[in-house]
């Protein structure tokens, strides 16, 4: 933690980490791709979207446990699903729910999937920052029936919010059929993005979990070696300032921290990690035991200090942000 709320007294040897607090909101589990490792979609009769009273009671457990971020998650382009909710109705009730957000005094970070540009353009303004996981930049097998999962469509809608200045966080996906040489790429397809638009706050070198029911329930998760190799990877082919994030709850960060990453992403005591939900987010005394924790914002430090973050959220972010573009505390 950053500031005179600080985890614990800091030693000489430990490394540095910085992560946010947030409430992880699931707008609605309804989607047009199947792919194989993923438990969070469900089909149209099964699915389901958030309701406004669900959503604000999260938000204020959130803001009780001194969460900063509303983390809003959905199925990629539900509206193609036939017979669900059209887009403009969805695109709203996102625009909605963000309003809600920072109202209560969470700042939104919203993961839509691939949005069309003239939504996109209407949801940034209501965002610190978004994001969407490229993946892999290799044309899989798990991404057969995924048509969203086109490494040229993502590239593309990333290169948009780019164009309009929005903070970003994107990732790989290590272990779900891809080689190393294809990791290699889509690091540098994001690193090239970045040099072109600057706007890549952070990638996630995500580690595939496998889960019990999916297509890929009897596949191996990537070897431990695989994993340092893609952080260390990422962190010399990424710009240096583009944080390189590794999911605590997915492996233990001490070793990824040597290799690299400098940071652990939001954690919630709140709700779980409804993407991985058998996989509970570590404690951050534990946490703070091995590390020196720095909490931050959804929106990173150097897009504090430039003003890269939607109008509507300006406010808030003055009142969350330090000096220094860390989270503030009086």
């Known amino acids: 933690m950053h500031g005179p709320e600080q985890l614990h007294k800091p030693g000489p040897a430990l490394k540095r980490a910085t992560y946010s607090r947030n409430v992880f909101i699931p707008v ?5 791709n199947r792919c194989g490792y993923c438990t969070f979609r469900r089909d149209l009769d099964q699915s389901r979207v958030i309701s406004l009273d669900s959503a604000k009671r999260l938000m204020e457990s959130g803001v009780r446990s001194g969460a900063t971020e509303a983390l809003f998650s959905m199925g990629e382009r539900p ?21 809600m957000a920072i109202e209560s ?23 610190a920052s978004m994001g969407l ?24 809608y990333m290169a948009l919010a780019g164009k309009l200045r929005v903070p970003f966080t994107t990732g790989i996906l290590v272990g ?3 080689t190393r040489s294809d990791r290699l790429e889509a690091l540098r397809a994001i690193s090239g993005l970045h040099r072109t638009y600057g706007h890549i706050q952070e990638v996630i070198v995500q580690p595939f979990d496998p889960k019990p029911g999916t297509a890929m329930a009897s596949a191996r998760a990537p070897a431990h070696g695989e994993m ?23 492996l233990d960060p001490l070793p990824f921290l040597d290799a690299g990453a400098n940071d652990l992403g939001g954690i919630s005591s709140v709700t779980p990690d409804w993407i991985n939900p058998g996989r509970a987010w570590p404690g951050l005394e534990d946490l703070g035991r091995k590390f020196i924790l720095q909490e931050r914002l ?16 300006s406010g808030l972010v003055s009142a969350l942000a330090g000096a220094d573009g860390l989270r503030r505390f009086r």
């Open 28 to 32: 609605t589990d309804l989607c047009s």
């Open 79 to 99: 509206w193609e699903v036939p017979g669900s909710l059209c887009r403009a109705e969805l695109v709203d009730y996102l625009v909605e729910l963000c309003e």
């Open 105 to 127: 005094g969470l700042l939104p970070h919203t993961n839509a999937g691939v949005l069309q540009a003239e939504d996109l353009k209407r949801l940034a303004p209501f965002n």
């Open 133 to 156: 996981m490229l993946e892999t930049t290799a044309s899989l097998d798990c991404h057969r029936l995924s048509p969203q999962k086109s490494p040229e469509v993502r590239l593309e």
């Open 176 to 178: 779900i059929g891809e």
């Open 228 to 250: 340092l190799d893609a952080v260390r990877q990422a962190r010399a082919i990424l710009p240096d300032d583009v944080a390189v994030q590794v999911p605590p709850n997915l």
């Open 298 to 313: 959804p929106v990173y430090p150097g897009y504090v200090l430039k003003g890269w973050y939607g109008r509507y959220t």
